[in-house]
Nanobody, 114 residues
Framework: QIQLEESGGGLVQAGGSLTLSCAAS????????MNWFRQRPGKQREFVAT???????AYADAVKGRFTISRDSAKNTVYLQMHELMPEDTAVYYC????????WGQGTQVTVSS
């Protein structure tokens, strides 16, 4: 079993930055990929970024060049550095760990004011 706990959300002005953290616990060795997703108001949950255990990275086009995903294996934590935030980045951000199934965190709210 995997437990995920996100933190770091909050209110920020457009153009600002935030860093989200996702701390994983439990059967860490079974994790293949860690992702960040988000759910904007009135929208479906959407992919934001991914990092694999081999270090491969991928980003959604909407955040490419502004967001950076990284992981600290020693701390079992994945980060999402978000820069040049825009009001349309307002969403609940979720961490996901993939083993043989998906494990989700509870989400953290990010609100970007114009």
């Amino acid at each position: 079993q995997i437990q995920l706990e996100e933190s770091g959300g909050g209110l920020v002005q457009a153009g600002g930055s935030l860093t989200l953290s996702c701390a994983a616990s439990g059967d860490i060795s079974s994790i293949n990929v860690m992702n960040w997703f988000r759910q904007r108001p009135g929208k479906q949950r959407e992919f934001v970024a991914t990092v694999s255990v081999t270090g491969d990275l991928a980003y959604a086009d909407a955040v490419k060049g502004r967001f950076t995903i990284s992981r600290d294996s020693a701390k079992n934590t994945v980060y999402l550095q978000m820069h040049e935030l825009m009001p349309e980045d307002t969403a609940v951000y979720y961490c996901r760990a993939m083993t043989w199934r998906a494990h989700w965190g509870q989400g953290t709210q990010v609100t970007v004011s114009s």
